[in-house]
C-alpha cells in the first residue's frame, strides 16, 4: 500500500476504505453536521483571534501572506526568514518580491532570539517567526527588539491557532498574525490574516508618509469555487460519522458529493488545500461562507483541552520508547500534531496507514534557497520528523491503539 509521502496529507489519496472505517484515524479533524445548521450550536464566545473585528479572511494561510506583503510593500525588503518551514509560504514571499534571509532552526524546532538578532543587519525589514505545531517561539524577547529597533514581526500561526504563550494568545505579540484554520478546524478551507495598526514608527506609512490602513488588505477578494468547499466538506462529514462503506449514510454522502460535482459548472475547478506548490491565480480568493459559519460553531475551550489530553496521554504512552521532539507540554500550547523522530518515516507512516491511522511525513521537501547541507539540524529535522494525530475528534482509545502500533514497530524505528 502506498501513501502520500509529501509534506502535507492528500486526503483525496487516502482509500475510501480506509477514511469510512469506523476505526480509521484521521490527520485532521472532522466535520460535525450540526454546525451546518442555521443557528450553530457555539458554546461560547470566539476566541481569538476570530473575536477580532480587523481578521481578514482568505482561501488559504498563503494568501493572507501575499496581502500582508503587498499592504506593507516589502517587495525588494529584506525578511529574515526561519531555515526549517514548509515551502508555499517562502514561494508566497518571494513570488510578492521578498529577498529572504535564514537564520537557524535547532533539532528540537527550537528558535534561539539571540540567532534571530544576530543575523540582522541595516537591510532587514521584518523578522519572520514560525511558531512550530503549536509551541511558541521567543516571541516575547523578538517583539520587544522589533519595536525598539523599528522591524515589523511577523508571526506564523498556521500551526498554533488557539495557542498562547502564558495567556497570551500566539499572533497577538507582533505586527501580523497569519492563521491556518482548517488545519486545527473542521472546516474544508480557510486562512486568516491578522494586522496590528498602530502606526509605531511610521511603520506602516507610505512612500508620500501617509498611513496605510488595514481595509487595503481586503479589497479584490473574491468567493471561492462552491465546488471546492463541497468537494472537500463532504469526505469531513462523513469519517465524523464513521459509517462504514456501503452503510446508507455513507451513499448518501457520497450521491451528495457526486451530484454537487456534476451540478456545478465543468469549467469551475476545485481549488485544493494542503499543496506545496503556489497558484497566483487563486492568490485573491476569500474563505467560504460555510467554513465562517462552521468556526462559529466550534467549542473552542473543548477543542484545546482535547488536544492537550491527548498530546500528554502519547507523551505518557510513547516516552523512552520512541524519540520525541517535545517531552513536556508547557501551559497554553494548544498542539496540532505529536511529532515522533524516526530515520525510517516513510515505512513507519506506511505501517501506520496499513492501520487506519494517517500521520504527516511533515516538511521533508527541501527548497532551493536552502539546500541540503546548509542547516544540518533542519535537515535533519526534514529527514525524521513524523506526526501523529492528536486532534480534538481523537480519542484515549484511539491513542492507545496508536501507541500500540508503534509500540510494535519500535524495532523499524
Not at 460535525?32 to 494561510?61: K, M, T
Not at 460519522?241 to 454537487?260: D, E, M, W
Not at 520512541?322 to 518515516?345: A, H, R
Request: charged share 20%; hydrophobic share 40%; proline share 8%.
Amino acid at each position: 500500500m502506498s501513501i502520500p509521502t509529501t509534506s502535507e496529507p492528500d486526503s483525496a489519496a487516502v482509500p475510501e476504505r480506509l477514511v469510512t472505517s469506523r476505526d480509521f484515524v484521521s490527520v485532521y479533524p472532522t466535520l460535525d453536521l450540526r454546525a451546518l445548521l442555521p443557528r450553530p450550536w457555539r458554546r461560547e464566545a470566539p476566541a481569538f483571534p476570530f473575536a477580532n473585528s480587523g481578521l481578514h479572511y482568505y482561501y488559504l494561510a498563503r494568501n493572507g501572506i501575499y496581502a500582508m506583503a503587498q499592504h506593507w510593500k516589502l517587495a525588494g525588503q529584506e525578511v529574515l526568514f526561519p531555515a526549517y518551514f514548509h515551502g508555499v509560504e517562502l514561494q508566497t514571499l518571494i513570488a510578492a518580491g521578498v529577498r529572504p534571509r535564514f537564520y537557524p532552526v535547532h533539532g528540537n524546532m527550537e528558535v534561539r532570539a539571540e540567532e534571530v538578532l544576530a543575523a540582522i543587519t541595516p537591510q532587514t525589514r521584518a523578522v519572520y517567526l514560525i511558531h512550530y505545531l503549536g509551541f511558541p517561539g521567543p516571541v516575547e524577547q523578538l517583539a520587544e527588539e522589533c519595536r525598539a529597533r523599528g522591524l515589523l514581526l511577523i508571526e506564523d500561526c498556521a500551526l498554533a491557532l488557539l495557542s498562547c504563550q502564558d495567556d497570551r494568545p500566539l499572533g497577538s505579540f507582533g505586527d501580523a498574525g497569519i492563521f491556518c484554520i482548517y488545519k486545527s478546524l473542521p472546516v474544508p478551507n480557510g486562512g486568516a490574516l491578522l494586522l496590528r495598526e498602530d502606526n509605531t514608527h511610521g511603520r506602516y506609512a507610505d512612500a508620500a508618509g501617509k498611513p496605510v490602513g488595514s481595509a487595503t488588505v481586503g479589497e479584490g477578494i473574491r468567493r471561492p469555487p462552491l465546488k471546492s468547499t463541497l468537494v472537500s466538506m463532504v469526505p469531513a462529514i462523513w469519517r465524523n460519522l464513521k459509517y462504514p462503506q456501503g452503510g446508507p449514510f455513507h451513499r448518501l454522502l457520497y450521491k451528495l458529493r457526486t451530484i454537487a460535482k456534476a451540478s456545478l459548472s465543468d469549467n469551475t475547478e476545485v481549488v485544493p488545500v494542503g499543496t506545496n506548490e503556489l497558484d497566483p491565480s487563486t492568490l485573491q480568493l476569500g474563505m467560504s461562507d460555510i467554513c465562517r459559519r462552521i468556526v462559529s460553531a466550534q467549542p473552542f475551550a473543548d477543542v484545546v483541552e482535547r488536544r492537550r489530553r491527548n498530546f500528554l496521554h502519547l507523551i505518557d504512552r510513547l516516552k523512552g520508547m520512541v524519540p520525541l521532539v517535545f517531552n513536556q507540554l508547557p501551559d497554553g500550547v494548544c498542539p496540532l500534531f505529536f511529532p515522533v523522530l524516526t530515520s525510517n518515516k516513510v515505512r513507519i507512516a506506511e505501517r501506520l496507514f496499513e492501520v487506519g491511522i494517517e500521520t504527516v511525513n511533515f516538511w521533508s521537501l527541501y527548497h532551493p534557497q536552502v539546500p541540503r547541507g546548509v542547516f544540518p539540524e533542519v535537515d535533519r529535522l526534514r529527514e525524521t520528523v513524523l506526526e501523529l494525530p492528536c486532534h480534538q475528534d481523537v480519542s484515549p482509545q484511539d491513542i492507545e491503539r496508536l501507541a500500540g502500533a508503534l509500540w510494535k514497530l519500535r524495532s523499524e524505528l
